[in-house]
T-cell receptor, first 114, second 113 residues
């Protein structure tokens, strides 16, 4: 069975500061991993995905994430936060060729202060 | 290329009524999944259709049902609505059997009163 844990339901940073959103996963097979962003009253937009290629994945809007198998982690980072980054972020895992329906974490709300 | 379109965007229904939500996937996408999003439970998988067949089903009661048409458009139906069915219902489409990337619509906000 697959599962995702996002540490921290809320993360608050100042504009220009480093953004770090944590995600740990559990999967019985090599996983596919995703980060999505959701703005108020909108659907989810894919930021980036890991599908067993390079462990450091670059996404849109300056975000990147690193797959660390030994730590079963897939943390999302951005060097410098923008006010427009304020949103809900979801980490998701799917088991590729197995049960490929993604399981989503509970989400982390990113708050950016001026 | 048009994105995933969900209609209506907002809906208010009374307890006991039924509701039908619609989802038009990205052109060429054959897989459509439905999710329920609530503050308390987060994103929960309802079901997934591929080429008009339900391939996967989440842990929801039989009041929740869906179907997919030959043009890949999908509908989900909720009968005998309960207050707890109030949620944002999201549809996602994918191009193939292995969901390596899901494209989400903006959702339908259902309020049951």
């Amino acid at each position: 069975a697959q599962s995702v844990t996002q540490l921290g339901s809320h993360v608050s940073v100042s504009e220009g500061a480093l953004v770090l959103l944590r995600c740990n996963y559990s999967s019985s097979v090599p996983p596919y991993l995703f980060w999505y962003v959701q703005y108020p009253n909108q659907g989810l937009q894919l930021l980036l995905k890991y599908t067993s290629a390079a462990t450091l994945v670059k996404g849109i809007n300056g975000f990147e994430a690193e797959f660390k198998k030994s730590e079963t982690s897939f943390h999302l980072t951005k060097p410098s936060a923008h006010m427009s980054d304020a949103a809900e972020y979801f980490c998701a895992v799917s088991e590729g060729g197995g049960s490929y329906i993604p399981t989503f974490g509970r989400g982390t709300s990113l708050i950016v202060h001026p | 290329k048009a994105g995933v379109t969900q209609t209506p965007r907002y809906l208010i229904k009374t307890r006991g009524q039924q509701v039908t939500l619609s989802c038009s996937p990205i052109s060429g996408h054959r897989s459509v999944s439905w999710y329920q999003q609530t503050p308390g439970q987060g994103l929960q998988f309802l079901f997934e259709y591929f080429s008009e067949t339900q391939r996967n089903k989440g842990n929801f009661p039989g009041r929740f049902s869906g179907r997919q048409f030959s043009n890949s458009r999908s509908e989900m139906n909720v009968s005998t609505l309960e207050l707890g069915d109030s949620a944002l219902y999201l549809c996602a489409s994918s191009p193939d059997r292995a969901i390596t990337e899901a494209f989400f619509g903006q959702g339908t906000r259902l309020t049951v009163v």
